[in-house]
T-cell receptor, first 113, second 110 residues
């Protein structure tokens, strides 16, 4: 089946630094990928839609200059959290549409200290 | 997209069937009902989806009422590994993303 690989699974960074999260479709091509954020005990919130070869589409309230998305190939999308702050600590999850459904990565636990 | 309503939490005894309800009374004709689950600290996992007819796969069965205003996900023999948050989502045909509600936290009890 379609597999989405997300890396790293866990990262700790200092305030003010940037962190890059990678999302790869392993056995299929994904012209569109999606980035979600999930705070403890809450549901997944869609942050942005990543489009191969064009700009990402951000949901209302998500700062595009803070959460940089690059989708340079049909199998890779990256999310960079710039100038991270403790309030950016969260579980970040990517997904891609594959066939009849959506496949999700295993998530990245970001802790900003 | 149609809003879905699910109970916040449910318990189920191990080995028994788990029946998870979902209300989607405003669903439109082109919206599918998708079910995903999320085990703690993992990405969501696809379970099943349907439009009008009941569906069954190796994981679960999906029963959709004739008026399509509600559905039930059935895990026929729940195991401890089925403990997770289950999300019911109404997805329009050709939709390009999924919006998650609060889901049902299912706890399978030994």
């Amino acid at each position: 089946g379609a597999v989405v690989s997300q890396h790293p699974s866990r990262v700790i960074c200092k305030s003010g630094t940037s962190v890059k999260i990678e999302c790869r479709s392993l056995d299929f091509q994904a012209t569109t990928m999606f980035w979600y954020r999930q705070f403890p005990k809450q549901s997944l919130m869609l942050m942005a839609t990543s489009n191969e070869g064009s700009k990402a589409t951000y949901e209302q309230g998500v700062e595009k200059d803070k959460f940089l998305i690059n989708h340079a190939s049909l199998t890779l999308s990256t999310l960079t959290v710039t100038s991270a702050h403790p309030e950016d600590s969260s579980f970040y999850i990517c997904s891609a549409r594959a066939g009849f459904g959506y496949t999700f990565g295993s998530g990245t636990r970001l802790t900003v200290v | 997209d149609a809003k879905t309503t699910q109970p916040t939490s449910m318990d189920c005894a191990e080995g028994r069937a788990a029946n998870l309800p979902c209300n989607h009374s405003t669903i439109s004709g082109n919206e599918y009902v998708y079910w995903y689950r999320q085990i703690h600290s993992q990405g969501p996992q696809y379970i099943i989806h349907g439009l009008k007819n009941n569906e069954t796969n190796e994981m679960a069965s999906l029963i959709i009422t004739e008026d399509r205003k509600s559905s039930t996900l059935i895990l026929p023999h729940a195991t401890l590994r089925d403990t997770a948050v289950y999300y019911c989502i109404a997805v329009p045909t050709g939709a390009n993303n999924l919006f998650f509600g609060t889901g049902t936290r299912l706890t399978v009890i030994p």
